[in-house]
């Protein structure tokens, strides 16, 4: 079954901790992407990797740091610089980057307090 | 002004109707266009790729007009389960020389509430 995974679905912290948000993906896909979602707003871009070993910053990178030392993963942490953390996070994938459609992961809930 | 915007809403249509949404970009450089639907709390999901001359899908009918730099998402006899956000999504070619492809820029959302 091919598709998007993302863990853990809700994740609850206290203000100063980094945390690691998992995304993994059985599509084959070269690209790779990490969003926010805040209610009643769109997606907003936070990182984004075309090939392995290799990402750009997004529209809103601060606080945040990735890495993709494996296709099949790209991992987001959100550091105790990033000033309002809690928000919805989507990480998406497309055959290659650009123009091309994405597909979601389920997103995980973070919480910070 | 937004590099896409659409109308939050809600649109509230009985059970059976017809509803349109429209969707305005900026960049007319824009090369692809998408429309997803998010259900409450759930991920995006692509609902259809939105070409030049136009594409139906059942009972969802996707219209591009480049010169007016608009899109539209066109549901007939409106289901139960049409309830929900529907983003309208362009791609942006990058600069030349940056050494980056495009990306996908969203809309907040069209949110249709469908009644019985």
């Known amino acids: 079954d091919g598709g998007i995974t993302q863990s853990p679905k809700y994740l609850f912290r206290k203000e100063g901790q980094n945390v690691t948000l998992s995304c993994e993906q059985n599509?084959?896909?070269?690209?790779m992407y990490w969003y926010r979602q805040d209610p009643g707003q769109g997606l907003r871009l936070i990182y984004y990797?075309?090939?392995?070993?290799?990402?750009q910053k997004g529209d809103i990178a601060e606080g945040y740091s990735v890495s993709r030392e494996k296709k099949e993963s790209f991992p987001l942490t959100v550091t105790s610089a990033q000033k309002n953390p809690t928000a919805f996070y989507l990480c998406?994938?497309?055959?290659?980057?650009?123009?091309?459609?994405?597909?979601f992961g389920p997103g995980t809930r973070l919480t910070v307090t | 002004r937004k590099e896409v915007e659409q109308d939050p809403g809600p649109f509230n249509v009985p059970e059976g109707a017809t509803v349109a949404f429209n969707c305005t970009y900026s960049?007319?450089?824009?090369?692809?266009f998408f429309w997803y639907r998010q259900d409450c709390r759930k991920e995006p999901k692509l609902l259809m790729s939105?070409?030049?001359s136009g594409n139906e899908d059942g009972r969802f009918t996707a219209q591009l007009n480049r010169a007016s730099q608009y899109i539209s998402l066109l549901i007939r006899d409106s289901k139960l389960s049409d309830s929900a956000t529907y983003l309208c999504?362009?791609?942006?070619?990058?600069?030349?020389?940056?050494?980056?492809?495009?990306?996908?820029?969203f809309g907040q959302g069209t949110t249709l509430q469908v009644k019985p």
């Open positions: 999504v362009v791609t942006l070619r990058a600069p030349i020389g940056s050494g980056n492809t495009g990306k996908l820029i």
């Open positions: 990797s075309q090939i392995v070993n290799d990402f």
């Open positions: 939105v070409y030049s």
């Open positions: 960049n007319s450089a824009s090369q692809s």
């Open positions: 998406a994938s497309s055959l290659t980057g650009g123009y091309y459609e994405q597909y």
């Open positions: 599509l084959n896909h070269d690209a």
